[in-house]
Each structure stands twice: as structure tokens, then as C-alpha cells.
């Protein structure tokens, strides 16, 4: 029985316009379409890691926002003809690994966690499933062919090519914790976005959002992490220059007068000058409103293909110690 591949590479998060599936176990045989159903209109997030073909390095294109490719995505994941395996543990060797593709979604009740289904495609034609139970079920493995092999890898380039696009995900983890599923992923609320798109042109887009503290604002609920010390997490390549987290006590949710916005109850910045640099760990505090901004910097524009700004919003509930 050969081992089962957990490869350390960075896998970046792209938000979709896919839906959650409530409490269906799957993938069932030969039909990914319940996962990726609408539901609610409940944000579902797909990461996309490419592996090199020709060796045994992996390199690591970004996905980015799932927008005119998705439809690709979902058609070639879908029509898949899959076949299961007797042995759901009995894969090939992880240097045939062509392709990783990880669905997560903020749980549906109160997001107490991250419901998540890795999958890993091998050049044989293997299919490895795997994550929560809740949302991926039981482990298991698929035989599919060439054909469908090839259009879903089709489908995943197309989205890497795409990666620069717009901000992506920040993923908020527990490190400390054996739960890599506890936390959340979050979308990015505010923006201010320029890139060079895949016909090399520069485009640009700002999107304004309320304020966290704003009664309308939309922003995730984290309650289950397992320490207070939790990692703000963003792709390979997308490590910001600059981060600002503001926090407000949760009391103050609907008051957005300028005494109440300039007299945060905490305040953290950090420059970041290299490629490198970055430290996500934060400090997090419970029943607070949580306001971060990220920055990607001008000057590295021709060498990254973007630059700008992000919001992200969360707010904690009572939090573990």
C-alpha cells in the first residue's frame, strides 16, 4: 500500500461563486454537482494547485478570483465520469501528482469552523477525496480518464492564469491546534485593486464597503478556534508589504461615530520590507469586531502584476484560551 501524499506547498484560496450543500455526503460516485450546487447563496471557497508534470518539483500556480472560469471549473468537475476504488488509501506515488483542488466553506452554523474536501488527481488517473466528514464524507478514491483528467486541469490553468485578478481570501487558522479545519476563510470587503490582466493590459477597480462597525456591514463569525493565537493567513505570492488590524468591542456593533471608529479598543501595524517577511500570528481577543487592511505596494508592481489595497471583516466569539 503506498502512502498517502500531504504535500507542504502553499495553496492559495479563490473565492467563487459557488454554494454550500448543506449536510450531503459527497462527492457521490461519477457526481461533484451537490457540492458545488446553490444552497442558500452560502460562499464557497476553492483553492487550485498545479504540479509540475515534468519533475518531481511542485510548482505552485495561484488561483485567482473564480469569475468567467468557473463555469469550466464546475462543467469539468461535474461531467466527470468517476469510478470508485476498493482501496481508498492505495494511491500512487506522490511524485505523480498533477493537480490539488481544496473546496472549503465557512460552517453553516454560527462558523464555527471550515467544512473542507482536498482533492489530489494523478497522472494515472487517480482520484484521491478526503477532508470533514460533514461536508467531503468518507474517504475515498476514483479512477477517472485521460479525457476528463485533461479538462479539469484545463480548467484549473485557466484560473491560475487569472490569479492576479482581484485580492484573495484571508484564511484565519489556529497553528497551535491538530484542527486545521477550525477558523474561517474571508472574503475581501473593501478594495482598491490594479493588475495586468492575461492580454497584458493594466486594469484597475475600486470597490467601497461599510464599515465593520456599520449594523449592515457583512463580516464572518469566528467561534472556534482553539488557542487566541490564530494565523491571518494569504497565498504564496500574495504576502502583503503592510498590515493594520483594528478591533472595537462587539458592544459598540451599529455605532459608527467618528469618537467610537477613532478610539479602537486595539490597534496593530506591522511594514513588512522583503518577500519573506511576513508573520501572520496575531493575538486575537474575544467579542471583538475586527477591522484588517492589507497592502500590496507600487513599487513591486512589475514584478508580482498588482498592487493595492484590502479589508477584510471578522468578529470573534468567545474564543479558547
Known amino acids: 500500500m503506498k502512502a498517502k501524499a500531504f504535500l507542504t506547498a502553499a495553496i492559495v484560496f479563490a473565492a467563487c461563486l459557488f454554494s454550500s450543500c448543506g449536510d450531503n455526503r459527497i462527492p457521490a460516485e461519477n457526481n461533484f454537482s451537490q457540492m458545488l450546487s446553490a444552497d442558500g447563496g452560502k460562499s464557497v471557497f476553492v483553492s487550485v494547485n498545479l504540479l509540475d508534470r515534468d519533475n518531481e518539483a511542485t510548482t505552485v500556480k495561484l488561483g485567482g478570483e473564480l ?57 494515472d488517473g487517480t482520484l484521491g477525496v478526503f477532508g470533514t466528514e460533514q461536508f467531503c464524507g468518507e474517504e475515498k478514491s476514483y479512477t477517472l480518464s485521460v479525457n476528463d483528467m485533461n479538462k479539469i486541469i484545463r480548467a484549473a490553468e485557466q484560473i491560475a492564469d487569472d490569479r492576479t485578478s482581484c485580492p484573495p481570501p484571508m484564511r484565519i487558522t489556529d497553528p497551535l491546534s491538530s484542527y486545521s479545519h477550525s477558523g474561517a476563510v474571508i472574503d475581501a470587503a473593501g478594495i482598491s485593486w490594479s493588475y495586468t490582466d492575461s492580454d497584458s493590459r493594466e486594469q484597475s477597480f475600486v470597490a467601497d464597503a461599510l464599515h465593520p462597525l456599520d449594523e449592515y456591514a457583512s463580516f464572518v463569525k469566528i467561534n472556534r478556534l482553539f488557542s487566541t493565537s490564530a494565523l491571518l493567513e494569504f497565498p ?37 520590507p522583503g518577500t519573506g517577511d511576513y508573520t501572520g500570528f496575531y493575538q486575537l481577543e474575544s467579542n471583538t469586531v475586527y477591522y484588517v487592511t492589507v497592502t500590496y505596494d507600487d513599487t513591486k508592481y512589475a514584478e508580482r502584476g498588482f498592487a493595492g489595497t484590502a479589508d477584510y471583516y471578522f468578529e470573534t466569539g468567545e474564543l479558547s484560551e
Open 236 to 272: 504564496a505570492g500574495f504576502e502583503p508589504d503592510k498590515i493594520k488590524i483594528t478591533g472595537w468591542d462587539i458592544s459598540q456593533k451599529g455605532d459608527t461615530s467618528s469618537e467610537t471608529i477613532s478610539h479602537p479598543k486595539t490597534e496593530y501595524e506591522n511594514n513588512f
Open 67 to 123: 469569475s468567467s472560469y468557473s463555469d469550466k471549473l464546475v462543467s469539468a468537475l461535474t461531467s466527470a465520469k468517476l469510478s470508485e476504488n476498493p482501496d481508498p488509501y492505495d494511491l500512487p506515488a506522490p511524485d505523480s501528482m498533477l493537480l490539488q483542488i481544496e473546496i472549503l466553506r465557512n460552517d453553516s452554523e454560527a462558523q464555527r469552523g471550515m467544512d473542507l474536501c482536498h482533492m489530489e488527481f494523478f497522472n
